[in-house]
């Protein structure tokens, strides 16, 4: 069964235009190593510099800690780190879950 794992990025100002395009052709190896550690689906959002990530799939833990094992997935969050806030713990910037308030399905 599939979990859903929402998250929250902040941009750094000015960065909003420069990250879309990065996102507009993510590298297929990276997108081949999300799948490859169970990620189904990975959606972002933006209103303003605030990103939301919506993540589908078996085990998010589980996912995270796998990919930051695999070299294309250290590539691509050094790339990603001139984008976004990184939090004071030096973690990155999307690595706290927002709580869930209200599932209808």
Avoid: N
Avoid at 22 to 39: D, F, K, L, S
């Amino acid at each position: 069964m599939s979990e859903y794992v929402t998250l929250r990025t902040r941009l750094r100002a000015g960065m909003a235009e420069a990250y879309d395009k990065a996102h507009a052709t993510i590298w297929p190896e990276m997108r081949a190593a999300q799948q490859e550690v169970g990620i189904k689906r990975w959606m972002i959002f933006r209103d303003g510099l605030d990103l939301f990530h919506v993540v589908e799939c078996d085990d998010f833990d589980g996912a995270m800690a796998a990919l930051e094992s695999m070299p294309v997935d250290q590539r691509w969050q050094a790339e990603m780190a001139k984008f976004v806030v990184q939090r004071d713990d030096g973690r990155g910037g999307a690595t706290v879950r927002l709580k869930l308030v209200y599932d209808g399905g």
